[in-house]
C-alpha cells in the first residue's frame, strides 16, 4: 500500500519562501512521475509541478520560475521549493503519481 506523507507547510508572509517535502513508501519511487497539487478553498485541484521518471520537470505558468520540483530517489522523497510566494498560493498541497493521494500540506501565505 502507496503511502504518501507532506510536510513543509506552514504561514508565510508574501515574497517568502518555503520548501514542502513527500515522503513517498510502498512504491517503486523512480519508475513513476511525480506531481505537486494544490487546492484552494472552493477550488478545484490543480497540478502545479510534476517531474517525470526520467527528471524532465514541468510547471503551471502562474508557478513557473517561482516554484522547483526536485526529487531524491534514495530517499523516495519529492520537494517543492516554493519562493517570491504570493497569497494566491495558498492552499492545501499534495503529491501524488496520479493514484495516491497523502492528507496534504496547508500553505497559507498572509501578511
Known amino acids: 500500500q502507496v503511502q504518501l506523507v507532506e510536510s513543509g507547510g506552514g504561514l508565510v508572509q508574501p515574497g517568502g519562501s518555503l520548501t514542502l517535502s513527500c515522503a513517498v513508501s510502498?512504491?517503486?519511487?523512480?519508475?513513476?512521475?511525480w506531481g505537486w497539487y494544490r487546492q484552494a478553498p472552493g477550488k478545484q485541484r490543480e497540478l502545479v509541478a510534476q517531474i517525470t521518471r526520467v527528471g524532465t520537470t514541468t510547471y503551471v505558468p502562474s508557478v513557473k520560475g517561482r516554484f522547483t520540483i526536485s526529487r531524491d530517489i534514495a530517499k523516495n522523497t519529492v520537494y517543492l521549493q516554493m519562493n517570491s510566494l504570493k497569497p494566491e498560493d495558498t492552499a492545501v498541497y499534495y503529491c501524488?503519481?496520479?493514484?495516491?493521494w497523502g492528507q496534504g500540506t496547508q500553505v497559507t501565505v498572509s501578511a
Open positions: 510502498g512504491s517503486i519511487f523512480s519508475i513513476y512521475s
Open positions: 501524488s503519481e496520479g493514484h495516491s
